[in-house]
Nanobody, 124 residues
Framework: QVQLVESGGGLVQAGGSLRLSCIASGYTFRSYAMGWFRQAPGKEREFIATISWSGGSTYYADSVKGRFTISRDNAKNTVYLQMNSLKPEDTAVYYC?????????????????WGQGTQVTVSS
C-alpha cells in the first residue's frame, strides 16, 4: 500500500531554517507530482508547495514564496521542503501528499495519499 512518511519537523526560532523530508513507498513515485500542505490549529489545511513528476515545475503559496523550496529525488523516492526565514505564523502540522497526476497542482482534491504529518513550531 502507499505510504508517505514525513520527518524533519521541530522547534525553531523565528528566522531559522528546517528541512522536511517525505519518503514514499508502494507506488511509482517518479511518475506523479507531490505536494506539501500545512494545517494550523483551528484552520483549514492549506496548500504550500507542489512539484511535478520530473521536478521541472514548482509552484508555491504566496505566503511562503521566496522562503520555502520544494525539491525531489526520484532515485530516493523522497520529496523535500526547505524552509528558511521561518516566522511564528508558519507554525503548523506539515503534510506531504501524493498527486494523482504528473503535473504540479495546488488543489487538495487532486491528492490521493497523505502522510501522517510533522509538527513545525516557530517561536518568536
Amino acid at each position: 500500500q502507499v505510504q508517505l512518511v514525513e520527518s524533519g519537523g521541530g522547534l525553531v526560532q523565528a528566522g531559522g531554517s528546517l528541512r522536511l523530508s517525505c519518503i514514499a513507498s508502494g507506488y511509482t513515485f517518479r511518475s506523479y507530482a507531490m505536494g506539501w500542505f500545512r494545517q494550523a490549529p483551528g484552520k483549514e489545511r492549506e496548500f504550500i508547495a507542489t512539484i511535478s513528476w520530473s521536478g521541472g515545475s514548482t509552484y508555491y503559496a504566496d505566503s511562503v514564496k521566496g522562503r520555502f523550496t520544494i525539491s525531489r529525488d526520484n532515485a530516493k523516492n523522497t520529496v523535500y521542503l526547505q524552509m528558511n526565514s521561518l516566522k511564528p505564523e508558519d507554525t503548523a502540522v506539515y503534510y506531504c501528499a501524493a498527486d494523482r497526476v504528473p503535473y504540479a497542482t495546488s488543489s487538495r482534491n487532486e491528492y490521493d495519499y497523505w502522510g501522517q504529518g510533522t509538527q513545525v513550531t516557530v517561536s518568536s
